[in-house]
């Protein structure tokens, strides 16, 4: 306990008591804490003291590995030496990683800049690709730009610095890069602001297409993850008390194999921490991390390595993160035609959570990541439209907001039926089975892409066939309907409670005023599950002309009313309901699911909400724009 206090010593010192507890978790190993009594856990600086996972050291080599010094800063010899280790390995150890280098093909890029090797000196060159007699190396940079960057590539110095310019003047992240590359003996790098010219949209446009290509080629991408700007600078000084670990005898009379030299490390999280990084809130960098074939991204405290076969730190132990620590993205850029469409829509959800300076980027900086799922589809009928697919596009549809965040932009840059056209994070849909019941189809999709197929778009518009139900935002006397039941339907005024109802924008309550406007549930997909949930769009007539709508929110509705055959499956999902709804009372109204079925089948919409509708199938035809 005396050398835990001495390791600590900074720490506890704020503190009158402690207490150490060490017990038995649910995987049979032990765990060490620290409490103060009534108050656990303790904090300091909103953060805890010290939460620690065990290790038992199984030999000398392994001892050695654990209680190796780590060096008090990124930028030391010992960091880069485990990044050599790490890119050897994989080069010739991981089939995951040679079968994906195999089987792809990328586009070199137009230009690089030449940094030379370790003694490179303080003078870089910008080299056109096309001039060079092979296709090296090289690296690139992931950073956030922070506001103004000097140095920039425009076309008034692009042809001194074709000649060579000096490394002095440049942001701190770009000249850590170049430290980086030369120590890794890669003599070329790739920096969007020195290898794009700024000021020319023609070169812009023309680079922004070639970016999958860009990442997708490089030997390794460097992550300045820490760094808010341009000068943050990639390379820190370390926390040392969150890497280094505390060494001690233990015996447990429970479990005999637990004897011995037990290591209790800070406990690591290095890709929950790399989640709450400047740089994982940049949209823009998503695309760079999912199609590099391995990054390093460097954290304040240490660098985590990330490739399709291995997720680890350099202060982990064991060489590669247990499952609670990684990221999940491992196979995400893995060669396979199979499962694009959940890759695409991780890819969705990462990248809908980062921001844009700039909102007609919005389709433009996912661009490399949608033509790098095309290419994976293997599929030539299936169409990228404004960032869905084709492919089970009535699906696709059912993309749903989180309350309370920014939503509709001013800007036109996508349908209102694609997630595109909102800002702040989206949910793609989580229900869609083989399943589906409601006749609901997509009969014909159109996008109108200003130049480039996957970027961004002017137009576009799908023609849709399914029920539809016309519903209201008001009563008849003009009582406005609460935050609790916001939508009544329009055939008997009975006011629905939904299971999930987001609105893309302000929402009908808003726009209650204009009395042209008119709103309508259309149904998605119904699924034969326990308690048959069933989801769909919110739309509003646009008055433009009859059937035409635009999106403005998701439903989901569930029937917690219709009979159950199996009494037990019934318990447990109403259990699982009202757990989740512990406010909910007997009053829910459990028939709504039934009324908007009936709704549905009762076709009674007024003609301008339609463009056509077949009795026999219970479906209009209409169109989102």
């Known amino acids: 306990m005396e ?19 060490i017990w038995i978790n649910e995987t049979g190993g032990p765990r060490l804490g620290l409490s103060m009594p009534w108050r656990e856990p303790m904090v300091l600086n909103k953060e805890p003291i010290v939460d620690l996972e065990y290790e038992l050291v199984a030999s000398d080599i392994h001892a050695r590995r654990i209680f190796t010094v780590i060096a008090p800063t990124t930028a030391s010899w010992e960091t880069c030496n485990d990044i050599q280790s790490w890119l050897r390995t994989c080069e010739i150890e991981h089939d995951k990683c040679i079968d994906r280098r195999q089987r792809q093909e ?25 001039l060079l007699s092979a296709h090296p190396k090289y690296a690139t940079l992931s950073h956030c730009w922070g506001g103004v960057v000097i140095g920039k590539l425009t076309s008034a110095v692009y042809s001194s610095y074709k000649n060579g310019f000096s490394i002095a003047g440049l942001p ?21 602001s020195l290898c ?12 922004c297409e070639l970016m999958s290509d860009v990442y997708g080629g490089s030997f390794v991408n460097i992550a300045a993850s820490a760094s808010s700007n341009a000068n943050g600078g990639i390379f820190d000084n370390r926390d040392l008390r969150r890497v280094t670990p505390f060494k001690t005898q233990l015996a447990f ?46 954290l304040s405290h240490k660098v985590v390595w990330e490739c399709s076969s291995l997720q680890a730190s350099e202060s982990d132990v064991t060489g590669k993160l247990d499952r609670r620590s990684k990221s999940g993205l491992q196979d995400w850029a893995l060669p396979s035609s199979g499962n694009c469409l959940s890759k695409w829509d991780t890819a969705v959800q990462m990248y809908t959570r980062g921001e844009l300076t700039l909102p007609s980027d919005k389709l433009i900086a996912i661009s490399g990541v949608a033509k790098f799922i095309k290419n994976m589809w293997q599929n030539n009928s299936v169409r990228y439209l404004a960032g869905l697919w084709s492919y089970q596009i009535e699906s696709s549809l059912a993309w749903r907001t989180f309350k309370g965040t920014p939503l509709v932009n001013d800007e036109y840059r996508a349908p209102t039926w694609s997630w595109a056209s909102v800002d702040g994070p989206v949910s793609p849909n989580v229900l869609w089975e083989e399943s589906n019941v409601l006749p609901t189809r997509v009969l014909h999709a159109y996008t109108e892409p200003i130049s480039d197929p996957f970027g961004a778009v002017k137009g576009g518009f799908i023609k849709v066939s399914g029920p ?23 055939s008997t005024g009975h006011r629905l409670r939904f299971r999930e109802l987001h609105f893309d924008n302000r929402g009908p309550r808003d726009n209650h005023t204009v009395s042209e406007q008119k709103y309508a549930l259309a149904g998605l997909s119904k699924l034969f599950t326990t ?52 406010d909910l009372s007997d009053s829910y109204p459990r028939n709504d699911y039934e009324r908007i079925e009936e709704a549905f089948e009762e076709m009674d919409l007024p003609p301008s909400m339609y463009e056509q509708k077949d009795e026999a199938t219970s479906a209009y035809i209409y169109e989102i724009i």
Not at 4 to 21: C, G, M, R
């Open 172 to 192: 701190r992240n770009f000249r850590d890069a170049i430290t980086l590359t030369r120590s890794l003996g890669i003599e070329y790098l790739w920096i969007d």
């Open 3 to 21: 050398k835990l206090h001495q390791h600590f010593d900074e720490s506890l010192s704020v503190f009158e008591k402690l207490e150490a507890h």
């Open 531 to 582: 308690a048959t949930p069933m989801e769909g769009v919110l739309l509003q007539t646009t008055g433009r002309k009859p059937g035409q709508y635009i999106r403005i929110g998701y439903f989901l509705i569930e029937n917690w009313g219709r009979p159950i055959e199996d009494k037990e499956d019934t318990f447990e999902c109403l259990q699982c309901h009202h757990e989740q709804d512990a």
């Open 106 to 130: 990328w586009r070199f890029p137009t230009r690089l800049l030449y940094v030379g090797i370790l003694e490179g000196g303080n003078i870089l060159r910008l080299c056109e690709s096309r």
């Open 253 to 298: 009379k429970s479990n005999s194999q637990l004897k011995g030299t037990f290591a209790f490390l800070p406990r690591t999280c290095d890709f929950g921490d790399l989640e709450q990084t400047p740089l994982s809130k940049r949209a823009w960098t998503v695309q760079e991390r999912l199609l590099a074939p391995r990054t390093l991204h460097f």
């Open 196 to 207: 794009i010219i700024q000021d020319s949209a023609t070169d812009w446009e023309t680079e």
């Open 468 to 490: 539809l139900c016309h519903v209201q935002s008001r009563s008849s006397d003009e009582e406005p309907c609460s935050e609790e039941f916001p939508l009544l339907l329009a």
